[in-house]
């Protein structure tokens, strides 16, 4: 029975580092690489060893660190298959439905392109646990850089299939100006009225907004809820496909 450890950090403006842990194994994942410096003040912190970096896609922000880091700790990289012209640290490549083993547990590669076309979330299935890039945000979804609105809400549906207890640990802190916007679109939302409340004074107190759950995003996140009809009527889009109403919404907060 695998037992890990998550530990989130702050880095660069409002990126988020993870660390995922086995003690029993003595192995130590970092999700993407924002920030070697970060990274191995927080490994020091804790007295882990690095041996892994699992990574989300190619954009500067999550990869930077991964040469200094492999070349301090010789630790493996495993990253997006469609992006390894690109991550020219990759030691491993994985695609959709691609399974690796770390720290005894089972961890399942889905590919969410939209913000890339090649991003890939790391899922737990024992931990319950997904790493999510900069595909899924707390009350957001990444920009689409690479891909098209359609592409990115079928990544969207694939997230929306987890367990709703699944805990969700994404790329930045983005929570509060996506709280701000979701209540646009989602004026009548008891559940995302009070969150917002509840982020405002997480960010008041300096603290962090993430993790959060399938379930809360379901519940709040307008991005996952193309299809309630409160937000259909909202937006004048009743007889739309739940893709358009993502599109809608999508570009929206791109002119927010
Ligand atoms: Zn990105
Ligand atoms: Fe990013």
Known sequence: MADLEFHQFNCLDDNFGVLVHD??????????????????????????????????????????????????FGCR?????????????LDQTVDDGDTFEFGGEKVSVISTPGHTLGMIN??????????????????????????????????????????ENTIVYCGHEYTLSNARFSLTIDPDNHELKSRVKEVQSLRDAGKPTL??????????????????PAIRAQLGLQSSSNAEVFAEIRSRKDNA
């Open 23 to 72: 003690a029993k194994s003595s192995t130590t994942a970092s999700i993407d690489a924002p920030d070697a410096e970060r990274i191995r003040e927080e490994l020091q912190a804790k007295g882990w060893h690095l041996t892994h970096v699992l990574v989300t896609h190619h954009h500067w922000d999550h990869t930077q660190g991964i040469a200094d880091l492999k070349s301090q």
């Open 77 to 89: 990289v495993i990253g997006p298959a469609q992006e390894a012209s690109k991550i020219p640290t």
């Open 122 to 163: 790391f899922y737990f299935s024992q931990s319950g646990v997904v790493f999510t890039g900069d595909t899924l945000f707390a009350l957001g979804c990444g920009r689409i850089f690479e891909g098209d609105a359609n592409m990115m809400w079928h990544s969207m549906e694939k997230l929306i299939a987890l367990p």
């Open 211 to 228: 993790p959060t759950t399938i379930k809360r995003e379901l519940q709040t996140n307008p991005f996952l809820r193309a299809g309630d």
